[in-house]
């Protein structure tokens, strides 16, 4: 069979990225403009700020990589973009020059779901084999997938309220971390011990995550201590919050694996980048003799390889778009 080389275009929040992927699982070149150092100052990602940096970089990062890939767009059989869900200002400047480029060189557009590309991250790392479930743990979702096939989704749990890593964020936020406070508390974690007693989140029968009590559990922790002057413990509450968040996400991908006969268990996301949840992972699927993929750090974090990736399996699928596609902030995975 011949060769498809995908070019994945990524702007959906504050990473301006360009990928070449080869048959969806070899990563010929990536360009990656990450703004981290621009939103630190604000706490978080500013909407505004992320477009114009997106304006600024997208040129020079497509026009980058197709040198590191020594290509010419002549040679890339179709176009990948993310175009949702994420920052509306964002996803348009990547989706402008996706259209753009489809349409100079007359290449196929194949639209991409963000959380598509973070599931196929992995098969730039191991085939996936079916039945998958996807633990897709992010700024913005938390959430199960199930796969009985490639390109393939469907949900059957997610958060009530906030998603995991807004968890992180907003707790590292309490504990006067720099944004983004996930790898903080993280690191932190690592030199402390779960000592503080914090409730895990619904200990139910679905598949379904809650994380907006466990925050506010950490905030009053906090309060309580700071009142009667005990001085908070940083890495001992990194470590409670941090073993409490990965238990919640590890029971209700047991009974998960259980329920559906799961084969390859897959995470996807910033927060697969968690030493914390990599462990919690890994112990539970030696336990019941599942296949594990995380995705090495590189690939965890928003990147155009996921979504060159995730863009081979929906180009084989018949996934096309016409110039009219359009930017969703938010979208079903589908
Ligand atoms: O997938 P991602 O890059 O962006 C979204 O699509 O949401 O995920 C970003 C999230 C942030 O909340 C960040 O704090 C979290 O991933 N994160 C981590 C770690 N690295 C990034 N959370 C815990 N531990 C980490 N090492
Ligand atoms: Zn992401």
Redesign the pocket.
């Known amino acids: 069979m011949k060769d498809i080389y995908i070019l994945g275009i990524e702007s ?2 504050d ?1 301006t990225s360009v990928s070449i992927v080869k048959n969806g699982r070899e990563e010929i070149a990536t360009v990656i403009a990450s703004q981290i150092e621009i939103h630190k100052d604000f706490g978080g990602v500013v909407p505004e700020i992320a477009s114009r940096h997106h304006v600024k970089n997208i040129t020079m990062v497509l026009e980058e990589c197709l040198q590191k890939a020594n290509m010419t767009m002549e040679q890339i059989d179709a176009i990948a973009i993310t175009y949702g869900p ?1 920052l509306i200002g964002s996803l348009l400047i990547g989706l402008e020059a996706a259209k753009t480029l489809s349409f100079i060189y007359n290449k196929p557009l194949v639209p991409v779901h ?1 959380i598509a590309g ?1 599931i196929y991250a992995n098969s730039l790392v191991k085939e996936l084999e079916f039945p998958l479930l996807a633990v897709v ?5 938390t959430e199960l997938i199930e796969m009985k096939k490639h390109y393939q989704f469907e949900k059957i749990g997610g958060t009530l309220d906030d ?4 968890c ?2 907003k707790v ?1 936020r309490v504990m006067n971390l720099e944004y ?4 903080k ?3 932190l974690s690592q030199m402390g011990k779960d000592t503080y007693k914090l409730p895990v989140p619904l200990r139910d029968d679905s598949y379904n995550f809650s994380f907006s009590g466990l925050k506010s559990a950490v905030i009053n922790l906090a309060h309580n201590e700071e009142q009667r002057g005990n001085p908070i413990r940083q890495e001992d509450l990194a470590a409670s919050f ?1 073993n409490t968040a990965v238990t919640a996400v590890t029971s209700k991908v047991r009974k998960a694996i259980i329920d559906k006969n799961i084969k390859h268990v897959i995470v996807a ?3 697969a ?5 990599r462990k919690g992972m890994e112990d539970l699927c030696h336990e019941l003799n599942i296949d594990l993929s995380i995705p090495p750090m590189k690939y ?3 990147n155009g390889a996921m979504i060159a990736a995730a863009g081979y399996y929906a180009y084989l699928d018949g996934r096309r778009s016409d110039l009219n596609l359009n930017s969703k902030s938010q979208d079903t995975l589908k």
Do not use: F, M, N, R
């Open positions: 959906s929040c990473e994420g963000h973070h743990v992010s700024g913005g979702h998603a995991i890593g807004e992180y964020d590292a983004p406070g996930g790898p508390i993280d690191a941090q996301g910033g927060v980048a968690s030493k914390g949840l965890c974090t928003d």
